[in-house]
């Protein structure tokens, strides 16, 4: 899939930009119904890392889900995804509100792509995010993210 922008649709998205996307894509695809809080930093080195959130409503599964969500919001988020996937540091989590309960997951962002984060490395991870933590039903391992391109 070829993202393409600009008022005539002459250009295309950086690579960066088009795999940011897609994992957005594939990670809602696969959330679930429910409430969604999506958090991101990436660890820019020499400076402050960047830290963008979004949230999402999704209505039904599999492929083709109903989502709501600003797009605005969806918009930062994908960019300091984007950043984070280009110098393969950060850090995603995703957090879902649903009528089982609230779950936490996250995946690191390194040279391999998206990590997913097993529920220790990812207790680990919380205690340097600057993200504040509710109370959690539960924290879980996240799912695999296999976008192309990663």
């Not at 996937?85 to 989590?93: D, F, K, Q, T, Y």
Request: with cysteine; hydrophobic share 35%; glycine share 12%.
């Amino acid at each position: 899939m070829d993202f393409i922008y600009g008022k005539d649709g002459s250009g295309s998205l950086p690579p960066t930009v088009e795999r940011a996307l897609r994992v957005v894509g594939e990670l809602l695809r696969k959330a679930g119904p429910g409430f969604h809080h999506l958090a991101c930093e990436a660890d820019v080195p020499g400076r402050d890392p960047l830290f963008k959130c979004a949230h999402a409503y999704i209505e039904g599964e599999g492929d083709d889900p109903d989502v709501g969500a600003p797009v605005k919001e969806m918009t930062d988020f994908t960019e300091v995804l984007a950043w984070g996937l280009a110098i393969r540091s950060g850090l995603l989590l995703l957090e879902t509100e649903s009528d089982s309960g609230t779950r936490l997951q996250g995946w690191m962002i390194d040279g391999n792509g998206l990590t997913p984060l097993t529920r220790s490395q990812l207790l680990d991870a919380l205690a340097d995010s600057p993200q504040e933590r509710g109370e959690m039903d539960e924290f879980t391992t996240a799912f695999p993210i296999h976008s192309q391109g990663l």
